[in-house]
């Protein structure tokens, strides 16, 4: 959904994009590209207007240029406060973002690469409070 209130961060004016929900696109801090596409991502994108939402923008250059997004289980998305830590002790790939201050990168990177840590002992970031 497109945020209309233009008090959030992901504020989006009808004017710059008249629809009422952005087509799919990859969202978070990273994703992959096969090589061929982004010769097109680049010069779509220099033709097409900008907004402030960047995963949105990806989005409306991809449908533009008839892109299929596929989501792949080897990428975990990990934010403060919005995955459950037992997800990230699996040893397997992450890509982090949303943190508040580095304190936060620092903790969840101790859990993620302590191979003996166990849910039961980290509960959810969810349950902690934001130091």
Excluded at 17 to 44: C, F, M, N
Excluded at 57 to 63: A, H, I, K, L, R
Excluded at 100 to 107: G, K, L, P, R, T
Aim: net charge negative; glycine share 10%.
């Amino acid at each position: 959904m497109i945020i209309r209130d233009t008090a959030s961060r992901y504020y989006v004016s009808e004017r710059d994009l008249k629809r009422k929900e952005y087509p799919p696109y990859a969202s978070g801090g990273s994703y992959v590209l096969t090589t061929d596409i982004v010769a097109d991502l680049y010069k779509q994108a220099l033709n097409t207007s900008l907004i402030s939402v960047d995963d949105g923008y990806q989005g409306v250059v991809g449908e533009i240029l008839g892109m299929t997004w596929l989501a792949n289980r080897g990428f975990k998305l990990s934010g403060w406060g919005k995955e459950k830590t037992c997800s990230l002790c699996s040893g397997e790939a992450l890509t982090m973002h949303g943190y508040e201050n580095a304190d936060h990168v620092f903790e969840m990177w101790a859990i993620y690469i302590n191979a003996t840590a166990s849910c039961r002992d980290h509960g959810s970031l969810s349950e902690r409070k934001n130091p």
